[in-house]
């Protein structure tokens, strides 16, 4: 089992940039592909990036696309997403989780744990 914590949200101006970081329990880390979702008030959880157990995959919603990226550091146990030119649409609550596999996948359904989730606001 691995337990996730993320940490980075907060409140920023459009056009501006965070950095997400997820940290991750246990000498696991290394056995789990991770990802990033993103759930607004009254939506569904939705897919924003992946990457594969070794990093060399990676995979974006194309509402992120060329403004996200999506990293790892298995040293640290750690995964980041760097998060730039901001938009109002991009305020959710940002979870981080992991799949026991290589691969990365979007689908929420593929993710066997789950981080308790930090706030991002953009203002306009």
């Known amino acids: 089992q691995v337990q996730l914590v993320e940490s980075g949200g907060g409140l920023v101006q459009a056009g501006g940039s965070l950095r997400l970081s997820c940290a991750a329990s246990g000498r696991t880390f290394l056995t789990y592909a991770m990802g990033w979702f993103r759930q607004a008030p009254g939506k569904e959880r939705e897919f924003v990036a992946a990457i594969s157990r070794s990093g060399a995959g990676t995979l974006y919603a194309d509402s992120v696309k060329g403004r996200f990226t999506i990293s790892r550091d298995n040293a640290k146990n750690t995964v980041y997403l760097q998060m730039n030119a901001l938009k109002p649409e991009d305020t959710a609550v940002y979870y981080c989780?992991?799949?026991?596999?290589?691969?990365?996948?979007?689908?929420?359904?593929?993710?066997?744990?789950w981080g308790q989730g930090t706030q991002v606001t953009i203002s306009s």
């Open positions: 989780a992991a799949r026991r596999g290589s691969e990365a996948r979007i689908q929420v359904t593929s993710y066997d744990y």
